[in-house]
């Protein structure tokens, strides 16, 4: 029976089916944290080494669950830690909420000791933020905060002054119109059916398109049959934003891959030549890698209507779930017969496989990034779940590890930021006890958060971090390069050794140099019974190149060597060997 306002929000949590929430304790929260306590049977704590890498987890949890995340910090300092990965799930659209403390209720705006007033904090990365005014008050706002979060795909904030959180329920006074028993934690998730008229108009121009790509997004995650049904009835072809990246497996004969910067080829030139586009479930946020506005028509399916139109001119908008979207176009378009466009870029998909494993199976000294990921991709069991992060690392991601169907893969898509790869995986390892579990990470991502390794020592999770150590902030440094034609600056990091850092943490640690020894110990890492590193030690010189190099990226190259970039006549013997047929 709840005894206290705190006691009421772990009910409400239990009610909603929360079993797990991320955090650290602190004085700004103790009522809360006594309430977990008491409800430890119900609710794990699990303790993190940093704010924010408590809301990285959450967010990963949403995105490996589809459940609601939970986060919790205490007042002040601790709040503003969760920041970062409260604006991650914002803008990856995850539900998240995040609980925390503030100062005695009457002691806050009077500059007292860590007086952050939270809720004003938090306005911009809410879409759900709420000040707790006493034990009456808390069923009705974590009800509606678990709710809203769920509903829209979004983060929501409450926050209670240290003394309300220990508030008892007799001592609260009621108003007449907040009556008992009339809050509920139901929720009914949306699968609305698009319109018949913009459906009509969908299949028209799907039915008159010769040329037709499918740009399949995180909305498209959980459907991966309907788009291969779909573009095996268009001829068409798949290709993948980032967040996107299983929801077609990689052997599928109609994928080829991702799209962007951190893109493949024949992905780029399928939006080249394309005549019609379906963006299914994605807003990719880089327009340049669209087709031209005016090449080709336009057919967009979005949970969300204000997405409808968001990157690229649409004629017809499909607001609903996106399987179900699907599977209504499926059943109504006509077969086409003509499948020049895709034999096409199955070719070229071929040719792209092959000058990925090229880079992939190079023996050069210092070993090549794509090496690491190219051997790794081959030992992920179908059930892996993988947890990229920002960077260079990104890239190899993207392209040299190939998603199988029965996988999960994510990183922080729109925020792009670094440090989420461990949380996620940990959170991930947590919801998914028997699945093989990869954070794969740079040297610049992983020292950011790396304490948390002890996290996944303390709760015994078996994650893999998989490290490709150039010590560098390596994209920072192509971006000044290639970009911007400016020298490489304050980029260069100073060396960790980061498998002595596992065994600090009480893992196990390896260290990569050699290529020709890579598989064996990736193998020997796999099959370790606790958490462990990899320091993979790689070429701080090979750049992600993109699917096709522009003019003015090449001039911009050129510029930055001449301008006195550190090793420039070794970055440039890099780059240029045998890289003829990434250059236009």
């Known amino acids: 029976m709840a005894s206290t306002a705190s006691d009421i929000l772990v009910d409400v949590l239990v009610d909603w089916g929360v079993d797990t929430i991320f955090g650290m304790p602190g004085d700004?929260?103790?009522?809360?944290?006594?309430?977990?306590?008491r409800r430890q049977d119900e609710i794990r704590f699990i303790q993190v080494r940093h704010e924010e890498a408590a809301a990285f987890a959450a967010c990963g949890y949403a995105k490996f669950t589809g459940r609601l995340g939970v986060c919790i910090a205490t007042s002040g300092p601790g709040g503003l830690h969760l920041l970062n990965g409260l604006y991650d799930a914002k803008l990856d659209h995850q539900p998240v909420l995040a609980i925390t403390g503030l100062q005695y209720h009457d002691l806050v705006g009077t500059y007292t000791q860590q007086d952050v007033e939270l809720d004003k904090v938090f306005q911009d990365v809410a879409l759900y933020n709420q000040r707790i005014m006493g034990a009456a008050h808390v069923r009705?706002?974590?009800?509606?905060?678990c709710r809203t979060a769920l509903a829209h795909r979004g983060v929501s904030h409450i926050t209670i002054p240290v003394d309300l959180q220990e508030q008892g329920i007799g001592a609260d006074m009621r108003a007449p119109r907040n009556v008992k028993g009339h809050n509920t934690a139901l929720f009914a998730p949306q699968l609305p059916v698009p319109s018949e008229a913009q459906t009509r108009r969908a299949v028209e121009i799907l039915d008159a398109g010769k040329r037709v790509v499918i740009l399949a997004g995180q909305g498209a995650l959980r459907a991966t049959d309907q788009l291969e049904r779909l573009a095996d009835k268009l001829g068409a072809v798949i290709v993948k934003a980032l967040l996107g990246k299983a929801a077609v497996p990689d052997d599928s004969p109609f994928t080829t891959g991702q799209v962007g910067l951190l893109g493949t080829?024949?992905?780029?030139?399928?939006?080249?030549?394309?005549?019609t586009l379906l963006i299914a479930g994605s807003t990719f946020p880089y327009i340049e890698y669209y087709p031209k506005p005016g090449q080709a028509r336009a057919i967009q399916i979005d949970i969300d209507a204000a997405r409808i139109g968001l990157r690229y001119p649409v004629e017809a908008g499909l607001v609903g779930d996106c399987g179900l979207a699907l599977d209504i176009l499926t059943e109504r378009v006509r077969r086409h017969e003509d499948r020049s466009f895709l034999k096409t870029a199955q070719a070229g998909k071929a040719e792209w496989m092959k000058l990925m494993e090229e880079r992939g199976t190079r023996p050069d000294l210092p070993m090549k990034p794509q090496v690491v990921a190219w051997e790794l991709g081959k030992r992920l069991s179908d059930t892996a779940i993988v947890a990229c992060d920002s960077g260079t690392i990104a890239t190899w991601w993207a392209r040299q590890i190939p998603a199988r169907r029965g996988q999960m893969h994510s990183l922080s898509g729109n925020l792009a930021t670094m440090a989420p790869g461990v949380p996620y995986a940990i959170a991930a390892q947590l919801a998914h006890p028997g699945r093989q579990v990869i954070a794969y990470v740079g040297d610049g991502g992983f020292s950011m958060l790396m304490a948390?390794?002890?996290?996944?020592v303390k709760y015994k999770l078996p994650i893999k971090v998989i490290i490709n150590n150039n010590n560098s902030l390596g994209q920072i440094k192509w971006e000044q390069i290639a970009m911007l034609g400016n020298p490489e600056y304050v980029c260069d990091l100073q060396p960790i050794d980061f498998a002595k850092v596992a065994e600090a943490c009480g893992g196990k640690g390896f260290t990569v140099t050699d290529p020709k020894d890579c598989g064996a110990i990736l193998d020997a890492a796999l099959a370790h019974p606790g958490p462990v590193v990899v320091d993979c030690l790689v070429d701080t010189n090979e750049p992600p190149m993109p699917p096709k190099v522009q003019a003015k990226q090449a001039l911009h190259f050129t510029e930055a060597l001449a301008r006195g970039t550190p090793d420039a006549l070794?970055?440039?013997?890099t780059v240029f060997?045998?890289?003829?047929r990434e250059v236009i």
Do not use: M, Y
Request: hydrophobic share 50%; with cysteine; glycine share 8%.
């Open 265 to 275: 080829a024949p992905s780029q030139e399928a939006l080249e030549t394309c005549d």
């Open 140 to 145: 009705n706002i974590a009800n509606l905060a």
């Open 577 to 580: 060997k045998g890289r003829a």
């Open 452 to 456: 948390d390794f002890a996290t996944a």
């Open 570 to 573: 070794k970055i440039a013997a």
């Open 28 to 37: 700004g929260i103790n009522g809360i944290v006594e309430a977990l306590r």
